[in-house]
C-alpha cells in the first residue's frame, strides 16, 4: 500500500473505492459538482489542506477540471498538490456507455498507472495508530440511542460535515487527529472541543 501524507481528493465513490485497494491514505470526495454549493464540505476541505495538505486526483476531462480550479479558488497553493492521470479512451466496467469526453477517469485507470501517478507523491511517514469503528462505539458515537446526535455534535465541533457516513466520520477524524488526540478529546467538555478546532 502506498502511504501519502496528504488527503487525497477526488471526484466520487467509485474513484474513492479504486484507489482505497491501493492507498493507504484518507481519500474524500467531492461528490461531483456538490463541492461547488456545499458550505460545509469547503469549511473542511480547506481545514483538511491546511491540516495536512490534500493531493487533487480528478478526471481528466472539462469536469474534472472545473472541480480541480474551484478547489484552488478557495483553497491556498502551498497546501495543494496536483496529480494527474493521462488522457486513455475508453469506457469503465460499470457504465453502459463511455463519458461525454470518451475518456477513463479515476476509476477506469488502469492499476498500473495509478500506482506510478501516487507512487511520485509517497512518504516514508509512519503511519500512527488509526481511529476505528470500535473507538467511536467505545466513545458512544456509534451504535447507540443517542450516537447520531453525539457525532453530529462532535462533527460540528471540528467543522467536518454532520451528514456524512460513520465510516466517513473514522476516515475524516483520523485525517485530521490522532488516535491519542481523539482518546483525549473524548474526556472533555464539547466546548473545550469547538475551541480548539476554530484556534
Known amino acids: 500500500m502506498i502511504n501519502i501524507?496528504?488527503?487525497i481528493i477526488v471526484e466520487g465513490k467509485y474513484d474513492k473505492m479504486r484507489l482505497e485497494s491501493i492507498c493507504s491514505s484518507p481519500i474524500f470526495t467531492t461528490e461531483g459538482f456538490r463541492v461547488f454549493n456545499d458550505k460545509e464540505k469547503r469549511k473542511f476541505l480547506k481545514r483538511l489542506a491546511?491540516?495536512?495538505g490534500i493531493l487533487i486526483l480528478t478526471d481528466s476531462d472539462r469536469a474534472g477540471f472545473m472541480i480541480r480550479n474551484h478547489i484552488k479558488?478557495?483553497?491556498d497553493e502551498g497546501e495543494i498538490k496536483q496529480a494527474y492521470i493521462p488522457e486513455v479512451f475508453g469506457?469503465?466496467?460499470?457504465?453502459t456507455t463511455g463519458s461525454k469526453e470518451g475518456k477513463l477517469g479515476v476509476e477506469g485507470i488502469?492499476?498500473?498507472i495509478l500506482i506510478e501517478i501516487l507512487s511520485k507523491y509517497a512518504s516514508d511517514e509512519i503511519c500512527k495508530d488509526k481511529i476505528t469503528k470500535t473507538d467511536l462505539y467505545?466513545?458512544?458515537?456509534?451504535g447507540g440511542a443517542q450516537s447520531a446526535a453525539a457525532r453530529a455534535s462532535l462533527c460540528r465541533d471540528l467543522g467536518i460535515p454532520t451528514g456524512i457516513s460513520t465510516n466517513a466520520l473514522v476516515d475524516a477524524l483520523n485525517a485530521l487527529i490522532t488516535k491519542e488526540e481523539f482518546l483525549c478529546m473524548m474526556t472533555l467538555p464539547p466546548s473545550?472541543?469547538?475551541s480548539t478546532a476554530t484556534e
Do not use: N, P
Request: glycine share 0%.
Open 138 to 142: 467505545d466513545a458512544h458515537l456509534y
Open 91 to 95: 469506457k469503465e466496467k460499470r457504465k
Open 5 to 7: 501524507k496528504e488527503a
Open 192 to 194: 473545550f472541543i469547538k
Open 73 to 75: 479558488s478557495f483553497i
Open 110 to 112: 488502469s492499476e498500473e
Open 50 to 52: 491546511k491540516e495536512r
